[in-house]
């Protein structure tokens, strides 16, 4: 969705969002989000009903190269992917793989 800026994480942090629908996997499949970059990560996991890019939210997971969570089958979330450090942007590769599927590539 592009680089935005999210004043809810303080600093000056640039945020890329992916909506990643798995309610059409079975609950307890297990999810990894894999990110490949020059620079230090930063992954975040948010619930897409009640997380908004320009309000705020819970976080679900964070992480900084990967995250791991066994999907429930009825959520609908959001991946951020942003930099560990203030003002770090590039380019990178996210790669999303379940139990049944092959990998998504972004």
């Known amino acids: 969705t592009g680089d935005s800026f999210n004043p809810n994480f303080g600093g ?3 945020i890329d969002y992916y909506r990643l629908d798995v309610t059409d996997i079975p609950a307890g499949t297990t ?12 992954l975040l996991l948010f619930d897409r009903k ?3 890019p320009t309000e705020g939210g819970d ?15 009825t ?9 560990y450090d203030e003002n ?5 590769q996210l790669t999303v793989t379940s139990g ?4 998504v590539k972004f």
């Open 31 to 42: 999810i990894v989000i894999h990110l490949s970059t020059e620079y230090r990560p930063s």
């Open 59 to 73: 976080i679900l997971a964070e992480g900084l190269d990967q995250l791991e969570f066994v999907a429930d089958g």
């Open 50 to 52: 009640t997380y908004s």
């Open 100 to 103: 049944e599927t092959s990998p």
């Open 75 to 83: 959520t609908d979330y959001l991946i951020g992917v942003s930099s």
């Open 12 to 14: 000056a942090n640039y």
């Open 88 to 92: 770090k942007t590039g380019p990178y």
